[in-house]
């Protein structure tokens, strides 16, 4: 599957949510390496990875362990990749391979296994929480998970909207209990 396959709505939310610099960074973004860096620190613990979509593609292609070496790996490949590829290829890479629960990989899967259709026909609601499955995808699969897929495909678009629209707190609960009502 290739990104022009894709709907508007899903490579919006998702370059919106994971990546925001995605166009316009060499593979590695350094500032959110250090605001990473900077979470990590001051939590005592790894929070955030400050991980490009770049970076996360050169994980799934070259898996590593997660620790200063491997986060240098990372960057490396990343880099490597940005190299050789397209943003567009980078992007396909993505969609095809980012892991979505189970045994599923890719977004085109992950659209026909939980909603029954293709990725170009997603809901807003729907590509939301798939922008964001891949960083939890055994915490928020939607037919084991259904609440906490739903909070996550409200937190991803809401970064969205909040990101591409400035808008309030207020039309995003709106917009959550239209699209994500409560059982």
Do not use: C
């Amino acid at each position: 599957m290739s990104d022009s396959q894709l709907g508007d709505n899903y490579k919006a939310l998702l370059i919106g949510y994971e990546d925001r610099w995605f166009y316009r960074h060499p593979g590695v973004n350094p500032l959110a390496m250090l605001r990473a860096s900077w979470q990590n620190v001051s939590a005592g613990r790894v929070i955030s990875g400050g991980s490009t979509l770049t970076m996360q593609v050169a994980r799934l292609l070259d898996p590593h362990e997660r620790s200063l070496g491997g986060k240098l790996k990372q960057v490396l490949r990343a880099f490597q990749l940005e190299w050789h590829l397209s943003k567009t290829e980078i992007l396909n890479l993505y969609i095809n391979r980012a892991p979505f629960g189970g045994t599923l990989s890719g977004v085109q899967a992950a659209s026909y296994s939980y909603f029954g259709k293709p990725a170009d026909a997603l809901s807003d609601a729907q590509a939301a929480l798939l922008a964001v499955l891949p960083q939890a995808p055994s915490r928020w699969r939607p037919d084991r998970y259904p609440q906490a897929a739903r909070q996550a495909g409200t937190r991803s678009y809401g970064a969205w909207l909040n990101y591409s629209y400035g808008l309030r707190q207020g039309w995003m609960m709106r917009w959550r209990s239209r699209w994500f009502p409560e059982p």
